[in-house]
């Protein structure tokens, strides 16, 4: 028998569920077991489950057929555990390093029915904070009763920040209902029920502030749940707690306190559901009062109480509004102290602002759509497969580029295009009903609610993004995060590579959008490339026959102040010697416009600026790179992949990746150069060893690369117009 269950409920948490098993399994203390119930998730929890069950035998996992809520999931969890302390962890949230040790060690120490641990908030924005109440963990008692030390009722009422005797909870027969608030019962009958309470001043759990997704901070009919779980809290007080008088005042307090919390919430409580909620609030404060009163807060917390005793809804109402408005004066006030005249400059910005905003007021073109790629750098990636692809599939709609002015001379012939920052730009981006980009549209940019936004990305993530990067502050350049998720607000649509890339989209941008796991539509040209196009690629770089390329593209470290080669690539073409030619391919963030055409002599070519990367895969015989997502498209041709990656421990801790490299590479791996010489030497970068280790990356990765994927996208985001024809292409005016 473990000494400790952990029971995790799990619903589409995809996107969490690896840091809460790790913060668990990778512990030093081992005597734990671990319940993990999928409520029938639709995303790929089931599958991050199979995995860890099948590497790891403290891992139990219970599969149910329908989702019926965290509550009865934990029931189904319970019912299977062993230990003889259970502890409900949530799917979302993690344990901190040592947690488990340390739980263990005082619950040795205090024998105790129930162990109250401490723990963090940590925000969506990256925020950690201590619990509110810390000063309960420092004043307690080392082991008493709930009657003892009432101040414990005033602590966070969750499951997951308590350890209890599972034998407790069988003498209780304690079942945990369907729906909000379920940990309200839960909480306070097993504080009142326990002989024994002793508290843990450290923080063991990391409570998630998610973004979206938490039930309680959505607004709803649901949270009127509050009531019924309160008043089976005060029955089951009464009837298991060891002393209810003294328990009763304090527990009323808490109660209609958690009531006020709950209706001053406007992300909660809304419109005509306040009125209600609040005659619900009074019905419970007259039948709950206990017989001797109960401490009455002081202050305005008073008079809040006050007016729920009595009923007095408008007077509730005044009181809110008078607050509302005393903050927002001091708000208003501080805004205007700051607030300075913009230069003379900006007049013209502002006059295609407004011009913009009188556009968005215009029906939206039903037929445009407005693509752009690395903040409108050129016609690329995925944005330029899917606008190709909508050609053919759908000929009625009107496919236009957003580029910069030296960006123009890149793009294929045909192609209609505006120019960022001119009034024909800003109509497009107010008028277009479909705008796909594989970057964010500017902060300025509003999102009519008839159009449709289509987030392609740009690459399968190795290292962190969006909000997973608040954890690695030295390595982002964009900490603004609250900026970063209202631009991920606007997607409908985020197209993903593969259910790796989706798993860790769900919590780098959590947000309301439809995931088309479908792979890279940028791919299907090297998923369905002949040997024919390898040659005339080629010829058309002026590629002799014969010769072996290498293709050498390393990506950026965002703590480096200027972009530094870590390859000494003339070197390499020297050692590589006759026969060799070397592709050099900077990180898009170092290339100018018209810098490097693939031309001209020399074994050592730049073609940072070369439009068409996937021309680049496939006129080389090998890839050397370190961090670049390049290797997940490049290994779809199934071709040697060499990593150099001398800085693999610095880059690791400072920008932060989702897997290990050196673990789980798509071909031999190097740290100094002369073991990237060697390689090359003997030959061992192509040998049989290194294309079983490029198997399994590949099937990892790339199984969705079939030379489908855009079509999977047109056919999912854009409805054929009815009646719509062919159009011939026209020019757009720029100006």
């Known amino acids: 028998m473990a000494l400790i269950s952990v029971v995790i409920p799990v619903h589409d948490v995809q996107g969490y569920l690896r840091q809460c098993l790790d913060s668990i399994l990778d512990q030093p203390f081992a005597d734990v077991q671990v319940i993990v119930v999928d409520d029938a998730s639709t995303d790929g929890s089931s599958r991050i489950l199979a995995e860890y069950a099948a590497r790891d035998a403290r891992v139990r996992t219970v599969t149910l057929d329908t989702n019926i809520g965290p509550g009865p999931a934990r029931n189904a969890g319970l019912d299977r555990a062993t230990g003889e302390y259970v502890w409900f962890v949530d799917g979302d949230d993690w344990l901190a390093p040592g947690a488990l040790a340390a739980v263990a060690d005082r619950l040795r120490e205090t024998g105790p029915d129930v162990l109250v641990v401490d723990w963090v908030r940590v925000s969506w924005t990256g925020q950690v904070r201590r619990s509110a109440t810390r000063r309960v963990f420092r004043d307690a008692p ?10 414990l009722i005033g602590m966070l009422h969750v499951g997951w920040n308590k350890v209890v005797r599972r034998r407790l909870l069988h003498r209780l027969g304690f079942r945990f209902e369907a729906g909000w608030y379920e940990d309200l019962p839960y909480t306070y009958s097993v504080l009142s029920a326990a002989e024994r309470i002793s508290l843990l001043d450290r923080p063991c759990v990391h409570y998630r502030q998610r973004r979206l997704g938490a039930a309680t901070r959505t607004a709803g009919h649901g949270h009127f749940a509050i009531f019924a779980a309160w008043a089976r809290t005060h029955e089951l007080v009464e009837r298991c707690g060891r002393d209810p008088a003294a328990v009763r005042p304090v527990l009323f307090r808490q109660m209609i306190w958690h009531f006020l919390r709950v209706l001053a919430n406007n992300q909660r409580i809304e419109g005509r559901s306040r009125r209600e909620f609040f005659s619900r609030a009074h019905e419970h404060y007259a ?30 109402e005044l009181l809110r509004v008078a607050n509302r408005c005393r903050m927002w004066t001091k708000r208003t006030a501080r805004r205007t102290g700051r607030r300075t005249r913009r230069a003379a400059g900006a007049v013209g910005a502002f006059a295609l602002r407004l011009y913009y905003r009188l556009q968005l007021r215009l029906p939206a073109d ?74 964010n549209w500017p902060d300025w940019a509003t999102k009519r609610r008839d159009a449709v936004h289509v987030m392609t990305h740009h690459g399968t993530p190795l290292k962190t993004m969006g909000l997973d990067q608040a954890q690695y502050p030295a390595g982002v350049k964009d900490p603004d995060f609250v900026a970063q998720m209202r631009r991920a607000d606007r997607w409908d649509f985020s197209v993903s590579a593969n259910a790796f890339t989706s798993e860790h989209w769900d919590s780098a941008y959590p947000c309301r959008h439809e995931t088309l796991e479908v792979g ?56 590589l010697g006759p026969g060799h030619l070397i592709l050099v391919r900077a990180h898009y963030f170092y290339v100018k416009a018209g810098r490097g055409r693939a031309a001209g002599p020399g074994p050592v070519r730049d073609v940072s600026g070369y439009p068409v990367v996937e021309d680049l895969y496939l006129a080389s015989d090998v890839l050397i790179t370190d961090y670049s997502s390049l290797m997940f498209d490049y290994a779809v041709l199934d071709r040697p992949i060499v990593v150099f990656a001398p800085d693999w421990p610095a880059y690791r801790v400072v920008r932060g990746v989702y897997f290990d490299l050196f673990e789980e590479p798509p071909g031999v791996v190097t740290t100094t150069y002369p073991d990237l010489l060697e390689v090359f030497r003997t030959g061992a970068y192509a040998d049989d060893r290194a294309a079983k280790t490029r198997l399994r990356f590949r099937q990892r990765f790339c199984y969705l690369d079939d030379g489908g994927a855009a079509e999977r996208v047109v056919r999912r985001v854009f409805p054929a117009p009815a009646g719509a024809g062919a159009r011939p292409g026209r020019a757009v005016t720029t100006s």
């Open 520 to 575: 890279y539509p940028r791919n299907d040209r090297l998923a369905r490339a002949t040997a024919r196009e390898v040659a005339a690629v080629r010829d058309r770089l002026g590629i002799p026959a014969g010769t072996t390329v290498v293709l050498y593209a390393p990506t950026h470290r965002e703590w480096q102040p200027t972009h530094r080669m870590l390859l000494d690539v003339e070197d390499l073409a020297r050692r």
């Open 287 to 316: 039948a709950l009062l206990p017989p001797g009163g109960y401490p009455v807060p002081p202050g305005v917390e008073g008079v809040k109480h006050r007016c729920v005793a009595r009923g007095c809804y408008r007077t509730f």
């Open 366 to 439: 039903e037929t445009l759509v407005l693509y752009s790629a690395y903040w409108h750098r050129g016609y690329a990636c995925n944005p330029a497969a899917i606008y190709e692809k909508a050609r053919e599939l759908v000929p009625g709609l009107r496919g236009v580029w957003a580029v910069h002015r030296d960006r123009v001379p890149d793009l294929p012939p045909g192609v209609d295009f505006v120019i960022s920052g001119t009034r024909a730009y800003h109509r497009a981006l107010a008028r277009a009903k479909y705008l796909v980009n594989n970057v």
């Open 142 to 151: 080392d082991v008493f009763a709930l009657h003892d030390w009432p101040p």
